[in-house]
């Protein structure tokens, strides 16, 4: 499968952007969706997921309350609605996808296709 991520920009502390991931085929629904972020000088980490029917989600601490995962299986669509931004959120965002059967992988070894990745800046 090939993974497209969009939606990235500058924006101001407080604000919103929402991110979407494209993804080739017709067998998304196979797949556990993940998003991931990297900041400069960081390692890669998670942010969240979301299993292949969209009926759970998981998301890393730092987010939750903020951003919300979701995907659209008819349009081989995953979004990351992302509110209340901070600049620590600065990063460039990728998503990725695992072909488990069972529950939210959270490790980067774990998935198995990435999109080439988003910038998100937030400005103070």
């Known amino acids: 499968v090939q993974l497209q991520a969009s939606g990235g920009g500058l924006v101001q502390a407080g604000g919103s952007l929402r991110l979407s991931c494209a993804a080739s085929?017709?067998?998304?629904?196979?797949?556990?969706m993940g998003w991931f972020r990297q900041a400069p000088g960081k390692e890669r980490e998670f942010v969240a997921g979301?299993?292949?029917?969209?009926?759970?989600?998981y998301y890393t601490d730092s987010v939750k309350g903020r951003f919300t995962v979701s995907r659209d299986n008819a349009k081989n669509t995953v979004y990351l609605q992302m509110n209340s931004l901070k600049p620590e959120d600065t990063a460039v965002y990728y998503c990725?996808?695992?072909?488990?059967?069972?529950?939210?992988?959270?490790?980067?070894?774990?998935?198995?296709?990435w999109g080439q990745g988003t910038l998100v800046t937030v400005s103070s």
């Open positions: 990725a996808a695992d072909r488990r059967v069972f529950g939210i992988a959270t490790m980067t070894g774990e998935y198995d296709y």
């Open positions: 085929g017709r067998t998304f629904n196979s797949y556990v």
């Open positions: 979301i299993s292949r029917s969209g009926g759970s989600t």
